[in-house]
């Protein structure tokens, strides 16, 4: 029951705690950061959305570079490596899956949820109270599940990094994260499950949608907290320092008439060699993330028009629409379980619906819905994505840089040009850099003949 099993929210934990997993778009500067400039979309907005997984381990942006003209050649080849590391992750991705059904099925079917259940009565007397049976029954689930899923965790997560040459943790350093992870998993759970058996014992008819409107709730508090305090457990941030960097960024701002908050420098490369951007928070906490990676190895240009890109989803509020999107999951995936618990309670042989032993099946049908929803969440993230590059170029006309910045990125990152097409619809939250550098390519193109077009017609 970690970051593998897939809870009632999202095709991944509704929190996302593993470091590797968080996957930030939307971006802005804060008030100690500079640039101010009030506008239409001064509104709070902006919260981190954890996205769905997304195998290329890519980034908002998503991109690499060759300082060649973009508009010329052809893409090039992916770098020799991106497959095999695609197919590692692609490999360990559908075992997560599997295990994820697996588990709460054996759980289910052998009778070991209904065996741990009377075991921990036992221990906490017939009258125990029902929030501590619950405790006590997580937390050995969660140790049996964990058990299982860990040499998956190290090994995508630590070894295989280290094999491709991107991670630059210590063995210990990757330990001292992963705990930091399931602390935090640990907690949420606890709470979410508590709650949860709660409602069902006090609301059996309607417990679904108030759990939906907690959940939502949660969701929104923790978009807006995420920046200034989850982050912050396993990445350091310091303000973009003045400079060339920090001057583009504000003539970006006022330019484009986007009120950015605050811009972060986000230290990954303590980490890893990988790069990424970010918008993340809403309100006062909203703010644009820039990787270090990021900075060190891409050109000033490259990296304003990242900042347009991330700018985009400001003004797109494409935090609060990755938020809406989480909720619709949330209340059909509860609704989906409201039914299966009716159903199947008794056929199963439980209690009632409110009896623990049924979690496995609460997990199980949570997670069909988050599965079956991957490729629909996924399609509108990359939908969102197509449209912040859109605005990007069209604000800043920077194609170049906009091409070789993608072209840098997939190298730095591993991510496949042109990954296979159902690998792309089903598990990629971003467009293919291939499609990606493509566009860009065909709106110099039209945008060229637009421009020669019109000096033409201003000559005749
Ligand atoms: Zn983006």
Not at 227 to 243: A, M, N, Q
């Amino acid at each position: 029951m970690n970051g593998k099993i897939p809870l009632p929210a999202s095709g991944r934990p509704a929190i996302g705690t593993k470091t590797d997993h968080w996957h930030l778009c939307p971006v802005a500067i804060d008030r100690t950061g500079g640039t101010a400039l009030p506008d239409e979309n001064q509104t709070p907005e902006a919260a981190v959305v954890p996205h769905v997984p997304d195998t290329d381990g890519d980034a908002c942006v998503n991109a690499s570079q060759s300082e060649t003209d973009p508009g010329a050649d052809a893409p090039e080849a992916d770098s020799a490596q991106a497959p095999r590391y695609e197919r590692i992750h692609l490999r360990v991705t559908l075992a997560s899956i599997a295990l994820s059904i697996a588990l709460p099925l054996a759980f289910l079917l052998a009778g070991w949820s209904e065996a741990l259940r009377d075991v921990v009565e036992g221990w906490t007397g017939s009258a125990g109270p029902a929030a501590l049976v619950i405790l006590i029954y997580l937390l050995i689930v969660m140790l049996a599940f964990e058990v299982v899923t860990f040499p998956l965790d190290i090994y995508s997560g630590h070894f295989v990094e280290r094999q491709f040459g991107l991670s630059r943790s210590t063995l210990g350093q990757w330990l001292i994260d992963w705990a930091k992870a399931q602390a935090l998993q640990l907690v949420f759970l606890v709470a979410a499950v508590e709650l949860i058996y709660l409602l069902l014992r006090e609301l059996p008819g309607t417990w679904w949608l108030v759990a939906g409107a907690g959940f939502t709730l949660f969701f929104v508090v923790l978009a807006a907290l995420a920046p200034v305090l989850l982050f912050r457990i396993f990445f350091k941030f310091e303000p973009l320092p003045d400079g060339e960097l920090k001057d583009r960024l504000l003539a970006l701002s006022l330019r484009l008439g986007v009120y950015v908050r605050g811009v972060y420098i986000w230290k990954l490369g303590e980490k890893t060699s990988k790069a990424n951007a970010a918008l993340a928070g809403w309100g006062r906490t909203r703010r644009i993330l820039l990787a270090d990676t990021l900075i060190d190895e891409h050109s000033t240009d490259e990296i304003e028009v990242v900042l347009a890109h991330e700018m985009a989803h400001q003004v797109h509020h494409d935090i609060w629409k990755g938020l809406a999107i989480q909720t619709a999951l949330v209340f059909v995936a509860f609704y989906a379980v409201h039914l299966a618990l009716d159903a199947w309670t008794e056929p199963l042989g439980l209690r009632s619906v409110s009896d623990i032993a049924n979690l496995p099946l609460l997990l199980l049908v949570s997670g069909a819905v988050a599965l079956l929803a991957l490729p629909v969440a996924n399609g509108l993230s990359r939908r969102m994505e197509h449209a912040a590059d859109v605005y990007a170029l069209e604000k800043t006309g920077m194609t170049g840089p906009f091409a070789s910045a993608m072209e840098r990125l997939s190298e730095q990152n591993l991510s496949r040009r042109r990954p296979n097409r159902i690998i792309e619809l089903v598990l990629h939250s971003h467009p293919s850099v291939e499609s990606r550098i493509e566009f860009a390519r065909q709106w110099e193109r039209e945008h060229r003949a637009a421009d020669t077009g019109s000096s033409a017609t201003e000559q005749s």
